[in-house]
């Protein structure tokens, strides 16, 4: 995957910002605060997301850090290429994770892809988690450091990589395929299979032994019901004998009865007299009063006081929760211009605040620009005085370098030309002219073998001369023909360097002129900056271009504060601050506070209170709501009473008195059931005595008397009623206990399973938790097995893995160090040349321990992603390097930019003017 270009709309500080990226090495160079590291941020944003961490600390709350203070929001997109094809990954953040929008488009079609999961487009493309991209290819400022979490897979992709040649084939994911199918069985929450198992073998257990409790109370329950039927039976039986001696004593004393059969019917008269002068005074429309009618309004008047009591404790509740609400919202109108103020005025005040501290750190930062744009001015004046006469080389600077460089050549040609003219002055017109003598008789020769050939050939023609003669002297004279031919040519070329030789002395004269005038210039030049001769000339250009270097170098302080100074837009930041200020003083002065602390504490206060408020008035409404439904309650119950009294003729009355005259009224009923029950008795007796029978019954009855065997003692039949109403209550209990431990029988039961079929259940879940057991301790084992696989494995790649970080690390240190030990948590030791000491990484300078962990990165990289196209990105990352770690480490990284992506965030020119002139370099300049 590699990055092709940025857009962002609005994220942190950059508005509607787009940058273009190259494969190789990109330099996006920017001054302090110019957005280098928002861009960062908004790359690893656009693959993975903003963490939705709910901090008030602007350094760890991405979403408060990089989204708009007004809008809240953020937008982008990042154009990347992935296995030869194009795509747009366009983001929306908004102040929660919920609000987040994200689509990955194809760059030509510009269709949605759907297959690509919310936050996981990193891993799609780069095959890492952000953990992992965290630990090898984003390298944030002064954060090079490889941290160990539970969440980086860095150490399993590479053992994976390493075991099967598939990082894919994850370690990691069958151990927690195996985790997974452990979570099934069992879970810290106890809610797994096995642990359900085991809780329900716990209640089969409690259910079995549950039963077993009330299976033996069931048997002393049966034991007790067969007691108790026994006791009734005899109670029964108890009570018929003593009927039937009462009956015994009513034959007896029958005949003494018949003697005040007419005192009875005297007192029969009497009682009904009486009792008509009782139903008189309780005698109604609706019938005689009975004890039940006083008893529903006595009840009723009873339940009417206490709601009474109720409402006026009520009332009375009602009142003082009204006046704690009047206290309280006095309270709360002092706090008037607080109910203009939005829920969420706190935070958007401690918005405000912030911001307005952020910009005043802003301008207070812009003052010591200031502050050293003019001591860099000073400086610079300084230096100019300092420079002295050499100022006046600054005109001619660059025409004084062209004449000196051609004064040199000069010379140096006529050294040349001298050392030749001392080889050739007495030989070259000698060795000329012998040349032209040789050439001159090597054209006779040549011509001369022509000539002889072309002979020959006519000889062999016309057959003068024999044959083979001929073809003898004829391959004689072609042989020497090309001899002489390549003499020829070589003292052809020998002549012509002789002539040239001569040309070079003949310009000697011509040189040593140019010289002369080039002299005559310097001695003007000499003249001009008041020095002697060439020496004090060229020490003077040296101080002057040691000066002039320190003067460029102030110059380019002074434009780069000059450029942080005008990028940091100074009304733009008084402006903010400004409006910033007044809105806090205009909050301040509307609430009265003196400070934002105050106005937030007041606040609090206010909301406390508003909550008390709101809280009181529920409190009242439903007090008050309770109050009217008791009052109405209240009319309606005294409306009923009084239709009641009415029937009694008591309506008159005031309520307080009406429970006397009940009183009076269930005395009278009392009184009248008392006649009714004397009269009963007496013209029960009365009928006894009268009732005619004979003699052949009578004797009947008294032999069924006789023939039971009634041995009672009692002297009257008051006794034996005593004691058969005992007798009766006795056997009225004894079957309401029959149907209480009958009716407990039944229902002990009840919804209850038999217990058969709870050991049933019971033999099922031991055999299951036998079962689940021996696979959990299965995957205990698997578990235990492949960690010591994976320890083994991580035995074998660890070597190499020391290698890979040991090579790069020489590469940046120049060999300094000669091993490395990386551990599982990315622990690292090193070993100098020496190899004497094996040092912790945090022994080295801050520098070296840079080079060592950049060196740990570029290692997980190479043996992550291979050859494969990845962006590498650096913010900031070589601050604390010197010059020679700096020239080091970016060799390194563009040896690396041959198959990878790398992208530097820069605001220093060395990575920039180290690497502007080689090939594949993109420098970028925000």
């Known amino acids: 995957m590699k990055i092709k270009s940025i857009r962002v709309k609005s994220f942190g500080k950059l508005k509607d910002t787009e940058i273009y990226f190259k494969e190789g090495i990109n330099i996006v160079y920017g001054a302090n605060e110019s957005g280098k590291s928002t861009l960062q941020s908004f790359i690893k944003a656009s693959l993975y997301g903003l963490n939705s961490k709910r901090s008030k600390d602007i350094k760890t709350n991405d979403r408060m850090k990089f989204l708009s203070l007004k809008s809240g929001k953020g937008e982008g997109e990042l154009h990347i290429e992935y296995d030869g094809r194009g795509y747009i990954i366009k983001r929306k953040f908004g102040t929660t994770k919920k609000e987040d929008e994200v689509k990955v488009l194809d760059e030509i079609t510009g269709e949605e892809i759907k297959d690509f999961i919310f936050d996981d487009i990193g891993k799609k493309f780069l095959e890492i988690n952000a953990t992992s991209f965290e630990n090898t290819l984003f390298i944030k400022q002064l954060g090079g450091g490889v941290t160990s979490s539970k969440y980086d897979e860095v150490m399993h992709k590479i053992t994976n990589a390493f075991q099967s040649g598939d990082e894919n084939v994850s370690f990691q994911r069958a151990l927690l395929s195996l985790e997974g199918l452990k979570k099934q069985l069992t879970t810290q929450r106890k809610n797994g299979k096995l642990d359900n198992l085991k809780i329900r073998l716990h209640n089969l257990t409690e259910e079995r032994m549950e039963a077993l409790r009330i299976s033996e109370d069931n048997i002393e329950s049966e034991r007790a019901l067969i007691d108790l039927k026994e006791h ?6 108890e009570i018929k004998r003593l009927e039937l001696y009462k009956k015994y004593l009513k034959k007896i004393k029958l005949k003494q009865e018949y003697k005040e059969i007419t005192d009875y019917l005297k007192k029969s008269q009497e009682l009904k007299k009486k009792q008509e002068e009782v139903d008189c005074s309780l005698r109604t429309e609706q019938g005689i009063i009975n004890f039940d009618f006083v008893d529903n309004i006595q009840e009723e008047i009873s339940v009417f006081f206490s709601l009474m009591d109720v409402y006026g404790e009520r009332k009375k509740e009602e009142e003082q929760l009204l006046e704690k609400l009047s206290e309280k919202e006095k309270v709360f109108l002092a706090f008037g211009p607080f109910n203009s103020f939005e829920e969420d005025m706190e935070q958007k005040i401690m918005k405000i605040s912030m911001e307005n501290d952020i910009v005043e750190e802003k301008l207070k930062t812009l003052s010591q620009i200031k502050q050293e744009i003019e001591q860099l001015h000073k400086e610079l004046e300084d230096k100019k005085d300092f420079l002295g006469q050499g100022a006046l080389i600054d005109e001619f600077r660059e025409e004084i370098d062209i004449l000196l460089s051609e004064y040199e050549d000069k010379l140096k040609e006529l050294k040349f030309r001298v ?42 023609i016309f057959k003068i001369v024999a044959l083979p003669v001929t073809l003898i002297l004829l391959i004689f004279s072609t042989i020497a023909l090309l001899f002489s031919i390549k003499d020829r040519m070589n003292y052809i070329f020998f002549l012509k360097k002789i002539e040239e030789d001569s040309m070079k002395l003949k310009g000697l004269q011509l040189l040593q002129d140019n010289i002369h005038e080039i002299e005559v210039k310097l001695t003007n030049y000499f003249n001009r900056v008041r020095v002697e001769n060439y020496r004090d000339f060229i020490m003077l250009i040296k101080k002057y271009d040691r000066f002039k270097g320190e003067i460029e170098f102030l110059k380019d302080k002074i434009r780069d504060r000059e450029n942080k100074k005008n990028l ?27 400070s934002i602390e105050h106005f937030i504490e007041k606040l609090k206060e206010y909301k406390k209170i508003k909550e008390e408020c709101k809280e009181l008035e ?65 013209e029960e007796t009365y009928k006894i005595l009268l009732k005619d029978r004979d003699l052949d019954l009578i004797s009947h009855e008294l032999e069924e008397i006789i023939n039971e065997n009634l041995e009672y003692s009692y002297e009257n039949e008051e006794d034996i009623e005593r004691e058969l109403k005992e007798k009766n209550e006795e056997r009225l209990e004894c079957e309401k206990r029959i149907k209480d431990v009958e009716h407990s029988i039944k229902n002990k039961f009840l919804g209850r399973r038999k217990l058969y079929v709870i050991e049933e259940d019971l033999e099922q879940v031991r055999t299951e938790i036998k079962e689940n057991e021996q696979i959990l301790m299965a995957l205990n084992i698997a578990q235990e097995t492949m960690n010591e696989a994976f320890k083994e494995i991580q035995k074998s790649f660890g070597p190499l893995l020391n290698k890979k970080v040991a090579e790069h690390l020489q590469a940046l240190t120049d060999m300094r160090y000669n091993e490395v030990k990386v551990s599982e948590s990315y622990e690292v030791r090193v070993t100098d040349q020496e190899g004497h000491n094996l040092l912790h990484v945090d022994y080295l300078s801050n520098g070296a321990w840079d080079q060592v ?3 740990l990165r570029l290692a997980l990289i190479d043996l992550i992603f291979s050859d494969k196209m990845v962006p590498i990105i650096l913010d900031d990352a070589f601050v604390q390097y010197d010059d020679e770690r700096i020239k080091r480490v970016l060799e390194e990284l563009y040896k690396i930019s041959k198959n990878k992506q790398i992208i530097i965030f820069s605001c220093q020119k060395r990575e920039m003017e180290f690497l502007e002139n080689r090939e594949n370099v993109n420098i970028i300049r925000i």
């Open 232 to 237: 009734r039976t005899f109670l029964q039986k």
């Open 419 to 460: 050392e030749i003219e001392s080889i050739l002055s007495y030989d070259v017109e000698s060795e000329k002219y012998k040349l032209k003598n040789k050439l001159a008789n090597n054209e006779l020769i040549t011509l001369s073998c022509g000539a002889l050939i072309i002979i020959l050939s006519a000889l062999g």
């Open 568 to 594: 940091m837009n100074e009304n733009e930041l008084i402006k903010v601050c400004n409006e910033n200020q007044r809105a806090i003083n205009r909050i301040l002065t509307l609430t009265d506070c003196n």
């Open 618 to 682: 529920f409190r009242y409404k439903a007090l008050k709501s309770s109050v009217d439904y008791l009052g109405t309650d209240i009319e309606g119950k005294k409306e009923l009473i009084y239709e009641r009294l009415k029937v009694i003729n008591l309506e008159h009355l005031s309520l307080e008195n009406i429970p006397e005259e009940l009183q009076v009224i269930k005395s009278k009923i009392k009184q009248r059931e008392e006649i009714e029950g004397n009269l009963r008795n007496v």
């Open 853 to 855: 962990y950049l060196s």
